[in-house]
């Protein structure tokens, strides 16, 4: 009888959920509340003043304040079904200008995140299965996150890709090949190559331009690489709370370092990895822990997508064998005149 009664106070919230999401989105207001910057004016007038050259301040971060997630349109299959789900608290635009740095484990000076307030963030993939399983969890919980991909699983994997950016994640890049940039043969050349041919090849598999967002590999923050990145305008990852589930022994080892952690922190970038089993297998009960905890989801955007470099962008076609026509989308080749 209470499950009966549990179903039917469901299937109405269910229902009032779908109803509010139609009227919001069919509602004239609907283009008046799609969230507004409040950005630092000083960064925008330095911006504005010297086009193209990284500034020195890093307080150019411009943070959308209080506003909620846009609605999702009802034509999205992925209205939230959840009642009870962790959803997304707050969506920040982040303008990239002069590249800089997030994680007080490397950075402090941006210090955005109110108490309570996470960013997840994985790295590493795609993968198959264990990407799949990731989106599952975080789309259940109608919640999003940054993913850095390796631009090598991205040109083995481009559909799995595809899926996280049609999910609604922010796709940043990860180098080409994990390599360490911070070892003493890594040169400068190196460094850009396996940085910019990382950002071709995700915006490869995307077929779109990825996020100025890039994460080091094993947060090995090598000095000229810090500065190529800022000369690019990247924002750089490093992270607030290392779950290190890469060497977890099982899901409950993951969920415990994170909750022991954040629980002493307070706040903070979470750095998983989209790559692993035992993440994907955590993440459903990691994310109904941060919602019991009381902890809240910051979403995390770039002002404006990349622009990768064209002699990588071919290089990389030509490596692949991909026909050039297969880089266009369908819609620019394909077009439907009458019906
Ligand atoms: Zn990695």
Redesign the pocket.
């Given at each position: 009888m209470r499950n009966a009664l549990g179903l039917m106070l469901a299937s109405v919230g269910a229902a009032a959920v779908i109803a509010a999401v139609w009227f919001w989105t069919s509602s004239p207001r609907v283009e008046l509340a799609a969230p507004g910057t409040v950005s630092a004016p000083l960064a925008e007038r330095l911006a504005a003043a010297t086009p193209g050259k990284p500034l020195a301040a890093r307080d150019d971060v411009a943070t959308t304040a209080a506003i909620p997630e846009k609605p999702i349109a009802p034509s999205q299959k992925s209205a939230c079904a959840n009642p009870d789900a962790l959803g997304v608290a707050r969506v920040v635009v982040i303008d990239t200008t002069g590249g800089p740095g997030f994680g007080f484990e490397h950075f402090k000076q941006l210090d955005f995140l109110a108490d309570k307030e996470v960013v997840l963030t994985f790295?590493?993939g795609p993968w198959p299965g264990n990407t799949p399983a990731v989106l599952k969890a975080l789309d259940d919980e109608c919640t999003k996150a940054v993913f850095?991909p390796?631009g090598k699983h991205a040109t083995y994997h481009p559909e799995i890709l595809k899926q996280v950016a049609a999910a609604g994640h922010t796709v940043g890049a990860?180098t080409w090949s994990?390599a360490n940039l911070n070892t003493k043969k890594m040169t400068e050349q190196l460094a850009k190559d396996e940085i910019e041919k990382g950002y071709s090849a995700v915006k490869l598999a995307l077929g779109a331009a990825p996020s100025p967002f890039f994460?080091f590999?094993?947060l090995q923050h090598g000095p000229a690489a810090m500065a190529y990145l800022a000369s690019r305008n990247v924002a750089i990852f490093s992270c607030d709370l290392d779950s290190f589930d890469f060497r977890a022994k099982n899901p409950e080892q993951i969920i415990n370092t994170v909750m022991t952690k954040l629980d002493k922190q307070g706040k903070g970038i979470i750095l998983m990895?989209d790559f692993q089993k035992h993440t994907a297998e955590a993440l459903p009960v990691l994310l109904r822990r941060l919602k019991a905890g009381g902890y809240k989801v910051v979403q995390m955007k770039a002002k404006a997508p990349l622009q990768t470099l064209a002699e990588y962008d071919e290089a990389l076609i030509k490596d692949m064998k991909v026909p050039v026509a297969s880089t266009r989308p369908v819609s620019s080749v394909v077009q439907t005149v009458s019906e």
């Open positions: 790295d590493d850095f390796i990860h994990h994460r590999p094993e990895h």
